[in-house]
């Protein structure tokens, strides 16, 4: 499957998006699609115009856990990030700029600081900042380009680590989506541990060790706070 074909796969709708990600529900409608308040629109951040459409593509989903994460770190209405967003994709070329390695990597740092410099983004709004003196990933973007997979050819993200022990992993090509260990979904062995099932017992079912039902048990804890 291509760039533009994974990318553009859809794969769940906005109520899963902001499950999976652990967003206050109706957030990442309002950041794909837009919203209106009273007579006030509010454009898509993640798309470029508003659609209407509830299916949610990989590239979408992608794109929004990157503001996710800069929003769990600093507190700032992602209607900023819309320019920088618009500017990358017309730049790249790429309707997912953000679900590309390109906007992360070193070749591409100076194109992105140009973005930044004249759009006049503000620090907490960016990918790149400096530090004693040199250009770094600002930490949510770092985090971000460490827990996912991209593409070896095509630079696109293929799946997603949503912890940082890479032991859960979101994959739109395995059971359509939902958060997996291994192949089996997170959701599933979380059930089992509310029905009584001991880890011991979900190991032997599913042939997984102890470490891998724990975490899988600590996502579906943290995603459902």
Same mark, same amino acid.
């Given at each position: 499957m291509s760039d533009t074909e994974l990318l553009d796969f859809a794969v769940y709708d906005f109520s899963t998006v902001d499950r999976l990600l652990g967003l206050p529900s109706g957030t990442s409608k309002r950041w794909i699609?837009? @919203?209106?308040?009273?007579?006030?629109? @509010?454009p898509p951040v993640i798309r470029d115009?508003?659609?209407g459409v509830e299916d949610v593509t990989w590239g979408e989903f992608v794109e929004t856990r990157l503001l996710a994460m800069y929003r769990r770190d600093r507190d700032i209405p992602m209607q900023r990030m819309r320019p920088a967003i618009q500017r990358l994709r017309e730049l790249l070329g790429i309707k997912y700029?953000?679900?590309?390695?390109q906007p992360f990597v070193g070749v591409n740092r100076e194109l992105v600081i140009g973005v930044q410099e004249d759009l006049q983004i503000e620090t907490q709004y960016q990918l790149w900042v400096i530090r004693s003196g040199q250009y770094i990933l600002a930490d949510p973007a770092k985090q971000f380009f460490e827990t996912v997979k991209f593409d070896d050819?095509?630079?696109y993200v293929t799946q997603i680590w949503p912890d940082s022990d890479r032991i859960v992993e979101i994959n739109p090509l395995k059971q359509f989506g939902s958060p997996v260990v291994r192949a089996v979904p997170t959701s599933v062995l979380a059930e089992l541990m509310r029905a009584g099932d001991s880890i011991e017992m979900i190991c032997d079912l599913y042939e997984l060790d102890t470490r891998?039902?724990?975490a899988a048990l600590r996502y579906e804890?943290?995603?459902?706070?």
């Open positions: 699609d837009g @919203y209106s308040i009273g007579e006030k629109v @509010y115009v508003r659609t700029p953000l679900a590309h390695s050819l095509g630079g891998e039902v724990e804890l943290r995603i459902s706070a």
